[in-house]
Nanobody
Framework: QVQLVESGGGLVQTGGSLRLSCAASGIIFKFFTMGWYRQAPGNQRRELVASITRGLSTNYADSAKGRFTISRDNADNTVYLQMNGLKPEDTGVYYC????????WGQGIQVTVSS
């Protein structure tokens, strides 16, 4: 059974930092491209925030560049998203995503940035 379990979300003031973690089980983690997506309030779409491939290539949304850093630990089957300089527009539910032979999603975790 595949599980992606997010943690580290919460409420933070503008300019603050959070570190999201996603612990994966039931997949061969090292083969998967891992990503973080955000669903903003009132928006049905999940938008890519950052992703990291098995070869450690990273991709960031323009809004995340220079502020967020994605990383992975294949020994612990965990992907991280370090978020610095948070802004109110970063508010939303953040979903962990694993993509390779199949695509899997976590349940999501709330991040709220107050102004």
């Amino acid at each position: 059974q595949v599980q992606l379990v997010e943690s580290g979300g919460g409420l933070v003031q503008t300019g603050g930092s959070l570190r999201l973690s996603c612990a994966a089980s039931g997949i061969i983690f090292k083969f998967f491209t891992m990503g973080w997506y955000r669903q903003a309030p009132g928006n049905q779409r999940r938008e890519l925030v950052a992703s990291i491939t098995r070869g450690l290539s990273t991709n960031y949304a323009d809004s995340a560049k220079g502020r967020f850093t994605i990383s992975r630990d294949n020994a612990d089957n965990t992907v991280y998203l370090q978020m610095n300089g948070l802004k109110p527009e970063d508010t939303g539910v953040y979903y962990c995503n694993a993509m390779w032979s199949d695509t899997y999603w976590g349940q999501g975790i709330q991040v709220t940035v107050s102004s």
